[in-house]
């Protein structure tokens, strides 16, 4: 008979937690890359390169790589390592057009919901929109593509559907991946980036529905706007169809309370 295990379970479950948390440090510190444009598209390199520059082993690595892959934020070549895509004109007005249709299904069924918005949330989804609009100001594009996907990341919670909160997620993640090399390095940040969080926070703690609705088409159409000028591309036929959304219908109530 062997002897009996060193290795007791609640040991090895602490160490696959630990694991698991260096696997996602991983992959978060890649996207974070990403979003931010310092790690360019059509970059290529091998777990063995990304394991060394992070000063960790290579199995949580291998897996935070295909944990991307499986999200298409990598492209796996088989036994050549990873590449970052490239994302073209047409993938950029998918991203903001697929944004559009989940967002604007999700704030129209508002109704109801407007009236128990967790108060007590309001105030840090404040200190999101503020910083990031002073990150955009201050022409600080790491600050601010961290702050505006967290607060959309908190809007999307106070307000939405759980279960499309994450694909929301991740068409923000792609959004700034498209977007943050074509906007790294210029003096004129704010002019190229919507800068609607505080007002768009407010018409939410007022229970403004239409305008809440109003404000996230207004911001499909900038985005589109901004990147068509600074890529040379028009953004006339993709603005087309954004022009004939229907109005949701306006219903105010009293502001919310958020103290």
Same mark, same amino acid.
């Not at 985005?223 to 028009?234: P, T, V, W």
């Not at 006339?236 to 502001?255: H, I, K, N, S, T």
């Given at each position: 008979?062997?002897?009996?295990?060193?290795?007791?379970?609640?040991?090895?479950?602490?160490?696959?937690?630990?694991?698991?948390?260096?696997?996602?440090? =991983?992959?978060?510190?890649?996207?974070?890359?990403?979003?931010?444009?310092?790690?360019?598209?059509?970059?290529?390199?091998?777990?063995?390169?990304?394991?060394?520059? $992070?000063?960790? !082993?290579?199995?949580? &690595?291998?897996?935070?790589? &295909?944990?991307?892959?499986?999200?298409? @934020?990598?492209?796996?070549?088989?036994?050549?390592?990873?590449?970052?895509?490239? @994302?073209?004109?047409?993938?950029? &007005?998918?991203?903001?057009?697929?944004?559009?249709?989940?967002?604007?299904?999700? %704030?129209?069924?508002?109704?109801?919901?407007?009236?128990?918005?967790?108060?007590?949330?309001? *105030?840090?989804?404040?200190?999101?929109?503020?910083?990031? =609009?002073?990150?955009?100001?201050?022409?600080?594009?790491? &600050?601010?593509?961290?702050?505006? #996907?967290? %607060?959309?990341?908190?809007?999307?919670?106070?307000?939405?559907?759980?279960?499309?909160?994450? $694909?929301?997620?991740?068409?923000?993640?792609? $959004?700034?991946? %498209?977007?943050?090399?074509?906007? #790294?390095?210029?003096?004129?940040?704010?002019?190229?980036?919507?800068?609607?969080?505080? +007002?768009?926070?407010?018409? @939410?703690?007022?229970?403004?529905? !239409?305008?809440?609705?109003?404000?996230?088409?207004?911001?499909?159409?900038?985005?589109?706007?901004?990147?068509?000028?600074?890529?040379?591309? !028009?953004? +006339?036929?993709? @603005?087309?169809?954004?022009?004939?959304? *229907?109005?949701?219908?306006?219903?105010?109530?009293?502001?919310?309370?958020? !103290?």
């Amino acid at each position: 008979m062997p002897p009996p295990s060193a290795l007791t379970p609640p040991f090895a479950a602490r160490a696959a937690l630990k694991r698991s948390s260096l696997r996602e440090q =991983v992959a978060g510190a890649l996207r974070d890359e990403m979003m931010a444009g310092r790690l360019p598209a059509g970059t290529h390199f091998t777990v063995k390169e990304i394991a060394e520059l $992070y000063g960790v !082993s290579a199995t949580p &690595v291998r897996e935070a790589l &295909v944990d991307l892959a499986a999200q298409d @934020l990598l492209w796996m070549e088989h036994n050549r390592g990873f590449t970052v895509p490239k @994302l073209a004109w047409a993938d950029f &007005v998918d991203i903001v057009e697929a944004r559009t249709l989940v967002a604007d299904g999700m %704030f129209r069924r508002l109704g109801s919901r407007l009236a128990v918005i967790d108060r007590g949330r309001i *105030p840090s989804l404040q200190r999101r929109a503020d910083a990031a =609009v002073r990150a955009a100001r201050a022409g600080q594009l790491d &600050v601010l593509v961290g702050c505006d #996907r967290r %607060f959309w990341a908190e809007l999307a919670e106070l307000v939405g559907n759980r279960k499309l909160t994450g $694909y929301l997620d991740w068409l923000r993640v792609q $959004y700034w991946i %498209f977007s943050a090399p074509h906007l #790294r390095g210029r003096a004129d940040l704010a002019a190229h980036c919507w800068s609607g969080h505080v +007002e768009l926070t407010e018409r @939410l703690v007022a229970r403004d529905r !239409s305008a809440v609705h109003r404000m996230l088409v207004d911001h499909s159409r900038e985005s589109l706007r901004h990147m068509a000028e600074l890529c040379g591309e !028009s953004a +006339e036929d993709c @603005l087309a169809g954004y022009e004939d959304l *229907p109005a949701v219908p306006a219903q105010r109530a009293a502001p919310c309370e958020t !103290s």
